[in-house]
């Protein structure tokens, strides 16, 4: 899959712009500050629906901006694709493929997939247990669009169980849903149980792998970690459910007493550890960065393999910090599919890589052949 070209009018820093891209690797170059990065969260929304650092979609617009279009053409599964996306301020934001409208993030999500490394995911390695669920949450949406279905009904019953929870002091009554709830949510968590587990299961000895051929002898494993009642969490969602349920049942009163949900997936982690120590608490700069690299490179060999086809894979600032041995490795092992990476450096990565250039100045695209 591939993306051939994009239009960008009123997207953050972008008033109107366009750029046609490499269908191999594209080098986004530029001073800081001029939009190389907001290109590859344009990119990014096209295939996931949502942007990556933006919490909502009036962020994604520029200050001035009445309107914002996002507007690319290319192919994906064999099919050329039309994605426009349409904001406007205090309304829904309008989505089309082919012209044909999507209702959701996740209609539009799945037709691009994309896999992104940026500064911000060292987090992966170093930071709390909420980014790495949500790691988890758009790789394997991208895959397994029931997963992203279950997600939406978890998220509204836990939403509703915590109401719930925290009004039934002024109001007792609310208490005669909280079975419903429970239930819904013991549900549509066993799902995401069942595909997170596996996933993982996939994942970590391929980054493993990944991590060995880095050089420097350690060894990194990644576990799933989930509810102490579920014995095996690659097990259907059925035979999830009960243990779910008897663990909720077993937190019911500390639940009522603090007025928080305790009991559910939403307490997911996936441990990381470097030659056996937990990376959160004792990896370095250097091994925060290497493992989180690859963890990413590794969702790449598995969406490679479930996709048929290579995602995009959109690179925001990877080879800061790495020794030029290590910053060769990450770029021998990025063919094979389109790829945008974002560096200040531009002659010695595309000289490095073969890449096309396109320079950003201040929110316009400029072409080695312009």
């Not at 712009?17 to 990065?37: L, P």
């Not at 949900?261 to 004792?282: E, W, Y």
């Not at 990565?349 to 320079?359: D, M, P």
């Amino acid at each position: 899959m591939y993306i051939d070209a994009i239009k960008l009018r009123g997207f953050r820093n972008y008033r109107d712009a366009q750029a046609e891209f490499d269908r191999g690797i594209n080098v986004i170059t530029g001073r800081n500050g001029q939009g190389k990065t907001n290109l590859l969260e344009a990119v990014y929304l096209l295939c996931t629906g949502r942007g990556f650092r933006a919490k909502s979609d009036k962020e994604l617009m520029g200050f001035d901006a009445g309107e914002t279009l996002i507007h690319a053409r290319g192919m994906a599964g064999e099919r050329d694709k039309r994605i426009d996306v349409v904001l406007r301020r205090g309304r829904r934001r309008e989505m089309t493929v082919n012209g044909v409208r999507c209702n959701t993030a996740g209609e539009l999500a799945g037709n691009f997939a994309a896999v992104l490394f940026c500064p911000e995911d060292l987090e992966l390695i170093r930071g709390g247990a909420g980014e790495r669920r949500r790691f988890m949450d758009m790789a394997i949406s991208q895959l397994r669009p029931r997963y992203a279905a279950a997600l939406y009904e978890f998220n509204k019953a836990y939403e509703g169980k915590t109401r719930i929870l925290r009004d039934s002091e002024e109001d007792p009554s609310l208490l005669g849903l909280l079975e419903e709830y429970d239930y819904r949510l013991a549900q549509m968590g066993a799902e995401l149980i069942h595909y997170r587990a596996n996933f993982i299961r996939r994942l970590a000895p391929e980054a493993q792998r990944i991590h060995g051929e880095f050089g420097g002898g350690e060894l990194l494993e990644l576990s799933y970690q989930t509810v102490k009642t579920v014995e095996d969490p690659t097990a259907p969602a059925d035979r999830i459910l009960p243990a779910l349920l008897e663990h909720q049942r077993s937190h019911k009163s500390a639940e009522l007493a603090s007025r928080l949900c305790l009991s559910g997936a939403h307490k997911d982690d996936i441990a990381v550890t470097v030659n056996g120590s937990p990376a959160r608490a004792f990896a370095s700069q250097g091994q925060t960065r290497t493992a989180a690299l690859s963890v990413k490179l590794a969702e790449l060999v598995i969406q490679r393999e479930q996709l048929g086809e290579y995602p995009l894979l959109l690179l925001d600032d990877v080879l800061s910090e790495l020794d030029e041995g290590r910053q060769d490795f990450v770029l021998n092992r990025i063919g094979g599919g389109q790829v945008f990476i974002t560096c200040c450096e531009d002659e010695r990565v595309s000289l490095r890589t073969g890449g096309r250039v396109i320079t950003v100045d201040g929110g316009r695209f400029l072409t080695e052949d312009a």
